[in-house]
Nanobody, 125 residues
Framework: QVQLRESGGGSVQAGDSLRLSCAAS????????MGWFRQPPGKEREFVAH????????QYADSVKGRFTISRDNPLGTMFLQMNSLQSAYTATYYC??????????????????WGQGTQVTVSS
């Protein structure tokens, strides 16, 4: 199995940027399609972005298009989420899950077997 560890979260002001990282250990990151999901306080977990094994195919939730960029460095074993122009509505715990059964990511949580513990992002307006 693979262990996933998110990092890079923090408390920022609206309009600031953050870059989240997701480090894989135990198995090569290149074996998995990956995603980012988030859970705002008191709400259900929701899709943010996903990326294929090669990194060539990505998809974003409408709410983050043009603000977030997902990327990966398979030799480094790390995936990233660059978040720009942050809004208070983006306050959430951010998770990076891994899908070993497809070359492509998914916006469906059930497609992912492995999940990290999450990293907290708090945006103050």
């Amino acid at each position: 199995q693979v262990q996933l560890r998110e990092s890079g979260g923090g408390s920022v002001q609206a309009g600031d940027s953050l870059r989240l990282s997701c480090a894989a250990s135990g198995r090569a990151l290149g074996a998995f399609a990956m995603g980012w999901f988030r859970q705002p306080p008191g709400k259900e977990r929701e899709f943010v972005a996903h990326i294929s094994v090669s990194g060539a195919t990505v998809q974003y939730a409408d709410s983050v298009k043009g603000r977030f960029t997902i990327s990966r460095d398979n030799p480094l074993g790390t995936m990233f989420l660059q978040m720009n122009s942050l809004q208070s509505a983006y306050t959430a715990t951010y998770y990076c899950p891994a899908n070993e059964h497809s070359q492509y990511g998914s916006d469906w949580q059930g497609a992912y077997r492995y999940w990290g513990q999450g990293t907290q992002v708090t945006v103050s307006s």
